[in-house]
């Protein structure tokens, strides 16, 4: 089975990037002078309470921080022992965040699968927008219908996120009534599923979905639309036309499969955009993602909280870009796993 | 057309040299490069129009304190704010040159905000080549002219003032003193990078084009912004705004080489294949001078498309990190620094001119992108549409 043999080989490098990722993730967490226990001693050395000194310095040594940094690293990830055997990110252990005083896990605990939902539904509105719109520029080129797509695409791509969302946020809540800030109705925060709370979710989404996803779907559908005018260009389509085959099924039936195929091995390059488009936005509008849990990690330097964040999304997007490769593979066969690279 | 005695035809027209010369078959394309280029980008209306609105931009860039009429940090502390002041002509019917109608803060006790009902009775009129804060002019000279300003008593808020009573209009040139060229720090650094890199790699190939592959692979992997955001964190917070600003945009610069890099890359992939480059090779040259004086001319006009388009990337990079307040920090002024202050709802919804900054980088981000388009089509004058 070929295409297994290219999900294992797929896989494999995945893994070996996300343990280069996971070190520069570690090396950028510690290049700030100093650290966030050695400020809260000074601080504490400051104030006169002598006594959390103590508290701190049991801190550090609980989490290895008087270690050389390359045995941290390797303590963190899991791959050596530390004070109380192997408990890295490996091990499911993610550390202690020392800004809120609690585990890591602990705190993003659920963030993480609203940052997947938020993300995950911001590509479904990607496709649902960009494919529809494309083959619609595309098949009316140099119509208003392509024009006016283009002006919006445009301009998603050169409004800053973060204001957009506030804009939509405050007309949507005066002209739709759309609710204000956060995934869901407070009143279903830390409740189990229900119906009621799905749907408030949903509401929810629409417009950080929106505010993520236009300017990955403007790209998109321009690109789609090069992609099939260029197929429609090509004699065999004139061909079809002269045999009788009907204006959509002219355009659907041949060009878009073969301008498809882009627009699937593109998600590599559109996921690392769109999760950094979500943590921003996350943080304007107060979602409960990971994104503000970051800003505040990375404000305060609480270098395991902010670690394992940096690590989650980088780990996401490649997860994501690898699926997207995999499906590639099973969409179209004439793409050969070896020579992959060119 | 004569016949001679010895039945041949002889032409009685008399002998042009210039006959002989072959002619090209396009006499239009027979034209130095850049009026091919010029020609072609010429029908670019949009990218014309965003090349003129970027040249002024930029030409304001170093009269920044003299258009102004305020001081980028200068504070009104009884117009916090106020909102946006007509500049008018006509006062009751009567042409009087321009004008606005002084504002007098008011006590809303109601909804608890300074009102600024303005005084019909007393226009007052603009002065131009006045005297006001001092600024630097080209950034050499120290002097206290300004385009125009307000009278005594008066103020003239054209883009309103904001939450210490700052006038909006003014910073906004300051602003685009840092935001429009953080960009080309960011590319000029990026382009380094990522010509060096990708050359070797597109050059010497094997190992090192491997290596350099997989880098390449994983940075582009990594989301930008969450990794922005950990490299600006790690800014030391003593820095002045002038070694911040560098720093930020060296950041920029430092994550976007990669792409560029790939396309380097590639592409020398394929031209070090070619008789010319061989030939510089036979004739002894070093890698380096085949990489700068064969290779790298060959696609210049490709690499300056891209530079243009990557522009805006970083504009919007940095104003999404000064957002946050990862960025530039006050007293710098940016306009991702003073979209800060319209971070809330509340000021959308009461002080809608604090979001103003937002038009200029829009702006600026379209104008460059129909600009790196328009180039990107018409740079290379030999391609048919």
């Not at chain 2, 109601?110 to 950034?139: I, M, V």
């Not at chain 2, 380097?264 to 992939?269: A, E």
Request: hydrophobic share 50%; net charge neutral.
């Amino acid at each position: 089975m070929p295409i297994l043999r290219f999900a294992i080989f797929r896989f494999a490098t995945m893994l070996m990037t996300l343990v280069v990722v996971s070190a520069l993730v570690f090396f950028i967490m510690n290049l700030p002078p100093g650290d966030y226990l050695s400020n809260l001693i000074a601080e504490l050395r400051a104030t006169g309470q002598e006594s959390g000194v103590a508290k701190v310095e049991f801190l550090r040594k609980e989490y290895s921080l008087d270690q050389p940094l390359w045995r941290q690293y390797l303590i963190w990830v899991g791959f050596y022992p530390g004070p109380h055997g192997f408990s890295g990110i490996l091990q499911g252990d993610f550390g202690w965040s020392f800004e809120f005083d609690k585990p890591v896990s602990e705190i993003v605990g659920t963030a993480l699968w609203m940052t997947v939902l938020v993300n995950v539904a911001a590509i479904l509105f990607v496709y649902m927008v960009a494919l529809p719109l494309g083959v619609l520029a595309a098949a009316k080129s140099k119509t208003w219908v392509d024009y006016t797509s283009a002006f919006v695409g445009y301009l998603g791509l050169a409004t800053p996120n973060f204001l957009l969302a506030l804009i939509l946020f405050y007309y949507g809540h005066r002209y739709f009534n759309l609710p204000i800030g956060g995934l869901m109705a407070p009143e279903f925060e830390g409740e189990p599923m229900s119906a009621a709370k799905v749907k408030s979710v949903l509401i929810h989404l629409i417009i950080p979905t929106f505010v993520i996803g236009t300017s990955g779907a403007a790209a998109m559908m321009q690109r789609l639309r090069a992609n099939l005018l260029d197929e429609l260009s090509k004699p065999y389509v004139d061909t079809a036309r002269a045999k009788g085959v009907g204006p959509v099924k002219a355009i659907l039936k041949y060009p878009l499969r073969v301008a498809f195929n882009p627009f699937v091995a593109d998600i590599g390059n559109l996921l690392p955009s769109l999760i950094s488009g979500s943590v921003l936005v996350s943080v304007v509008l107060g979602l409960q993602t990971i994104g503000p849990a970051l800003l505040t990690a990375l404000k305060t330097q609480d270098q395991f909280l902010a670690g394992f964040i940096l690590l989650f999304v980088a780990g996401l997007t490649l997860i994501g870009t690898m699926v997207s490769d995999v499906l590639l593979m099973l969409l179209d066969p004439r793409i050969k796993y070896g020579g992959r690279d060119r | 057309m004569t016949q001679l005695p010895d039945e041949h035809f002889v032409d009685t027209a008399p002998y042009d040299p210039e006959e002989e010369r072959s002619k090209p078959a396009r006499p239009d394309l027979d034209a130095p490069n850049w009026l091919l280029i010029w020609r072609k980008f010429r029908r670019h209306k949009l990218g014309l129009i965003s090349a003129l609105f970027l040249a002024v931009s930029y030409l304001m860039i170093p009269f920044a304190g003299f258009i102004a009429p305020y001081t980028a940090n200068e504070r009104n502390p009884d117009h916090i704010y106020a909102a946006p002041q007509m500049v008018r002509l006509f006062h009751e019917g009567k042409f009087i040159g321009p004008f606005v109608y002084p504002e007098n803060a008011v006590r809303d006790l109601e909804q608890f905000r300074w009102r600024y009902p303005s005084d019909r009775e007393n226009p007052a009129k603009l002065e131009f080549f006045c005297e006001g804060g001092t600024h630097y002019f080209l950034a050499l000279f120290k002097t206290n002219r300004h385009l125009f300003c307000a009278p005594e008593g008066a103020t003239v808020f054209l883009w309103g003032a904001d939450r210490l009573g700052r006038d909006v209009f003014s910073r906004i040139f300051y602003g685009a003193q840092l935001s429009m060229t953080v960009g080309l720090i960011g590319i000029t650094v990026s382009f380094i990078l990522g010509i060096s890199i990708g050359g070797i790699a597109g050059y010497f190939g094997g190992a090192i084009d491997w290596f350099v592959n997989r880098i390449i692979e994983i940075l582009r992997s990594i989301p930008e912004l969450p990794l922005w955001l950990a490299l600006s964190a790690a800014v030391p917070s003593h820095w002045g705004p002038v070694a911040v600003f560098f720093i930020i945009s060296i950041i920029l610069g430092l994550l976007d080489w990669p792409g560029l890099a790939r396309a380097v890359r590639s592409k020398f992939l394929s031209l070090r294949e070619e008789e010319f480059v061989r030939a510089a090779e036979m004739m002894g040259a070093k890698p380096s001078r085949v990489i700068r004086k064969h290779l790298l001319p060959n696609f210049s006009s490709h690499l300056i498309a891209s530079a243009m388009l990557s522009i805006p990337a970083m504009i919007l990079g940095e104003t999404a990190l000064s957002f946050l307040g990862l960025g530039l920090r006050a007293p710098a002024v940016s306009w991702g620094v003073m979209l800060n202050d319209a971070q809330n709802l509340a000021s959308i919804e009461i002080y809608p001119w604090t979001a103003i900054p937002m038009l200029p980088v829009i702006f600026v981000v379209l104008a460059f992108n129909f600009l790196g388009d328009a180039l990107r089509d018409s740079l290379d004058p030999y391609s048919h549409d």
